[in-house]
């Protein structure tokens, strides 16, 4: 006759064990539902199960055939650091001052041997530049044609981390120049040329350029870092270009006489505009000298010889007596009825030597 097995269905309406009594369950018991066990007070309450023997921040876990009280790492030593807080030193990239009682030994560990790296953020720049490479100083009316360029870097991310951005803007999408002090044109390229006449004093070129926005920037574990730069547009910077009016020297066999006729066959130099001017070498044998200035700057009062601090000599003195003024214009055709002193040698000299003349 074949075996007969009942399974009881336990539940309330078929199953209760009568107070006092003690029910052992020999087999293996499962709970088969997510629900789990559930003790309640019989009025609705739950009822807590009490573990004993264990100490602060010990887990319930399985261990020798037992569910036991015991520490998380499964070591003597506690998976929850319980000690003194807080930090008193920067070890790694766990940095002094750092709270870590109640923190866990694994996250500690990652601050000290593997933190949060961030990558270093370089703002966007930009710069002008003019060519050909020019000098500071032009004669006044005098026509150039210079190419204005404007460099545009879109500054910098780095290390690059999770895929992140390499730039902290986007491309540049608009350029604009002021040339000559002229209103700013707006263009897409990073260049301009233009022709222009020089005018007395500064003569401005400038610079912007636009961009679009940049995106956001990563750390080590890929959470956002620093933030965006949103499409903008910057200065790319100003070079003054100064116009002045040249000063003329040279020497000649008789006593010069001031006027246009004598700066038409001198030297011309636009190293300066005021202060101390040079001749590199009259070369002067038994001939006058003269030199002559703008006017408008200030008065030659000493003469020295370049090469022999004691040769020197007031002005006016005995080489150069006197000073005179007259209107000229330029032998080149950049400008025209301009004021000169113009300071004439009092004797016939011989000069194989630079000179300079200071205020």
């Given at each position: 006759?074949?075996?007969?097995?009942?399974?009881?269905?336990?539940?309330?309406?078929q199953f209760k064990q009568l107070p006092g009594s003690i029910l052992t369950l020999s087999g293996q018991t499962?709970?088969?539902?997510?629900?789990?066990?559930?003790?309640?007070?019989?009025?609705?309450?739950?009822?807590?199960?009490?573990?004993?023997?264990?100490?602060?921040?010990?887990?319930?876990?399985?261990?020798?055939?037992?569910?036991?009280?015991?520490?998380?790492?499964?070591?003597?030593?506690?998976?929850?650091?319980?000690?003194?807080?807080?930090?008193?030193?920067?070890?790694?990239?766990?940095?002094?001052?750092?709270?870590?009682?109640?923190?866990?030994?694994?996250?500690?560990?990652?601050?000290?041997?593997?933190?949060?790296?961030?990558?270093?953020?370089?703002?966007?720049?930009?710069?002008?530049?003019?060519?050909?490479?020019?000098?500071?100083?032009?004669?006044?009316?005098?026509?150039?044609?210079?190419?204005?360029?404007?460099?545009?870097?879109?500054?910098?991310?780095?290390?690059?981390?999770?895929?992140?951005?390499?730039?902290?803007?986007?491309?540049?999408?608009?350029?604009?120049?002021?040339?000559?002090?002229?209103?700013?044109?707006?263009?897409?390229?990073?260049?301009?040329?233009?022709?222009?006449?020089?005018?007395?004093?500064?003569?401005?070129?400038?610079?912007?350029v636009a961009y679009g926005a940049g995106s956001q920037a990563l750390n080590s574990i890929g959470g956002n870092?620093?933030?965006?730069?949103?499409?903008?547009?910057?200065?790319?910077?100003?070079?003054?270009?100064?116009?002045?009016?040249?000063?003329?020297?040279?020497?000649?066999?008789?006593?010069?006489?001031?006027?246009?006729?004598?700066?038409?066959?001198?030297?011309?130099?636009?190293?300066?505009?005021?202060?101390?001017?040079?001749?590199?070498?009259?070369?002067?044998?038994?001939?006058?000298?003269?030199?002559?200035?703008?006017?408008?700057?200030?008065?030659?009062?000493?003469?020295?010889?370049?090469?022999?601090?004691?040769?020197?000599?007031?002005?006016?003195?005995?080489?150069?007596?006197?000073?005179?003024?007259?209107?000229?214009?330029?032998?080149?055709?950049?400008?025209?009825?301009?004021?000169?002193?113009?300071?004439?040698?009092?004797?016939?000299?011989?000069?194989?030597?630079?000179?300079?003349?200071?205020?």
């Amino acid at each position: 006759m074949p075996n007969f097995f009942s399974r009881p269905v336990l539940e309330n309406q078929q199953f209760k064990q009568l107070p006092g009594s003690i029910l052992t369950l020999s087999g293996q018991t499962q709970i088969a539902t997510t629900s789990g066990l559930t003790l309640t007070d019989g009025v609705g309450g739950y009822v807590p199960i009490i573990l004993t023997g264990g100490t602060e921040f010990d887990v319930l876990t399985y261990r020798g055939g037992k569910m036991v009280l015991q520490p998380l790492s499964g070591s003597t030593g506690s998976g929850i650091y319980s000690g003194a807080s807080p930090t008193t030193c920067t070890v790694g990239g766990l940095v002094s001052g750092t709270n870590i009682y109640g923190s866990g030994i694994t996250a500690i560990l990652q601050s000290i041997l593997v933190p949060t790296l961030y990558p270093a953020l370089t703002p966007p720049s930009a710069s002008l530049s003019l060519a050909p490479p020019t000098p500071l100083l032009y004669e006044v009316g005098c026509n150039i044609n210079i190419t204005s360029t404007i460099t545009f870097n879109q500054g910098v991310v780095a290390p690059v981390y999770c895929g992140g951005p390499s730039t902290r803007t986007g491309v540049a999408t608009c350029y604009a120049f002021s040339t000559f002090n002229s209103a700013f044109a707006s263009g897409v390229t990073n260049s301009s040329v233009n022709a222009g006449v020089i005018g007395l004093g500064s003569n401005n070129f400038s610079g912007i350029v636009a961009y679009g926005a940049g995106s956001q920037a990563l750390n080590s574990i890929g959470g956002n870092y620093g933030t965006v730069c949103p499409a903008s547009n910057m200065s790319a910077g100003s070079i003054a270009l100064t116009g002045i009016y040249p000063w003329f020297y040279g020497k000649s066999v008789s006593a010069p006489v001031a006027g246009q006729a004598l700066i038409n066959t001198g030297g011309k130099c636009v190293g300066v505009s005021s202060g101390v001017i040079t001749v590199s070498n009259y070369a002067a044998s038994s001939e006058y000298v003269w030199f002559a200035i703008p006017t408008g700057s200030t008065s030659k009062t000493v003469w020295q010889g370049a090469n022999n601090v004691s040769n020197n000599g007031p002005i006016p003195g005995a080489l150069f007596p006197s000073v005179s003024c007259m209107t000229v214009s330029s032998p080149s055709g950049c400008w025209t009825n301009v004021g000169y002193k113009f300071y004439i040698g009092g004797y016939p000299t011989s000069i194989n030597y630079g000179m300079t003349f200071c205020n």
